[in-house]
């Protein structure tokens, strides 16, 4: 694989990610409201603030290689997005605030695998700066997955004792 193509997946993937990040500060106010756990519910919030500094770090990575923020359609949010509604259309309670933990995971694993990608492209290709910023995301990243899952492992716990 050429270097050029290794900057085109990068873009293309800078791309993506600011799309998904914006689409994900409304869906996670969405779930911090619709889910009544309170630690599910104030890791989502909490990271609703970090995601919307996760827009700026991107926009500063964009200025950083000389291009124009730009976002472009991900089909993978949109499906988690999509199928999250569906399922809060048609579920409440416990079983909605267990689905909404799952979901969350689920996009916070795929965020990690974007931003590790990013992070190693940034550093083969020399923004090393850029590279420092897709990083820092990369750890809230990690954490807010650290503390669903620590919720859903609580929630879990809780329900088996309440049986
Ligand atoms: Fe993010
Ligand atoms: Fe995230």
Known sequence: MTTDSIEQLFVNGLEELYYTEQQLID?????????????????FSEHRTETQEHVNR????????GEEPQAKD???????????????????????????????????????????NLTSFA??????????????TLREEESALDELSQAGEQFDEQQIASD
Do not use: C, M, P, W
Request: hydrophobic share 35%; proline share 0%; glycine share 6%.
């Open 58 to 65: 991107l926009e500063q990575v964009f200025e950083q290689i």
């Open 27 to 43: 869906a996670l106010e969405t779930l911090a409201e619709q889910t009544n756990d309170e630690a599910a519910s104030q890791a």
């Open 123 to 136: 550093g083969k290709l020399g923004y090393d700066e850029a590279a420092d910023l897709l990083e820092e």
């Open 74 to 116: 991900e089909q993978v949010v949109d499906a988690l997005i999509d199928e999250h509604e569906q399922f809060a259309q048609e579920n409440d309670g416990d079983v909605l605030d267990r689905y909404n933990i799952e979901v969350g995971q689920k996009t916070e694993h795929y965020e990690i695998a974007a931003y590790g």
